[in-house]
């Protein structure tokens, strides 16, 4: 993710927007189409034009330019404890002992966690990739998983699929069936 979108991620963050408004938030926020906020979020296109940037400064309350540098580290934010707590909020409901007996711990140790009271070990951050589903390579300690804007996981994954495919139409479904077919077989 590129630095000035996760920024931007962050800012809508911080404001407790909800992800799912991100892109029409900041759209409203820079008074630019959807189609721009989403290549903002996503750090695609043209970067943030020098406009934006005033707009956006005003808008959140940062100093001409700051989108730039990392908000993250500037603001003192613990990406380890807000990755646990973004994880463990997408469990659903009741599931967090599920969790902590599937990584051998008690759940006080996950509320541990949570308040920044005590740190995974090394073990438990991998065990915890692995319970969600995300990719090998991630770091929880370092990659801000909770400004990620597309599902996170297996099961969040297949939830998008399914929700998007109960949206199309019969005519959209009927021309992306086979190939659908095909991947799926």
């Known amino acids: 993710m590129d630095g000035v979108a996760k920024n931007i991620r962050y800012l809508l963050w911080k404001e407790g927007e909800e992800r799912k408004n991100w892109e029409t938030r900041l759209s409203a926020w820079l008074g630019c189409s ?14 943030l034009t020098a406009k934006e940037g005033e ?8 100093k001409i330019g700051e989108p730039s540098g990392d908000l993250l580290t500037v ?8 990755n646990i707590r973004h994880l463990i909020d997408t469990l659903p409901h ?21 308040n920044s009271a005590q740190r995974p070990t090394k073990t438990k951050l991998k065990q915890i990739c692995n319970y969600f589903g995300l990719p090998p390579e991630t ?13 996170i996981g297996e099961r969040q994954m ?28």
């Open 158 to 185: 297949k939830d998008w699929i399914s929700e998007r495919v109960e949206q199309l139409d019969g005519k959209t479904l009927r021309e992306i069936f086979p190939a659908l077919r095909k991947l799926l077989k």
């Open 55 to 62: 707009i956006l400064a005003q808008k959140t309350g940062l």
């Open 94 to 114: 009741g599931q967090k002992k599920k969790f902590a007996a599937k990584l051998g711990i008690d759940a006080t140790t996950v509320s541990r966690w949570l």
């Open 75 to 82: 603001h003192g934010v613990d990406v380890l404890t807000e």
């Open 139 to 151: 770091n929880l300690e370092t990659d801000a998983v909770f400004l990620w804007t597309g599902p």
């Open 34 to 47: 959807l189609e721009r906020a989403v290549d903002l979020l996503e750090g695609d296109g043209e970067a």
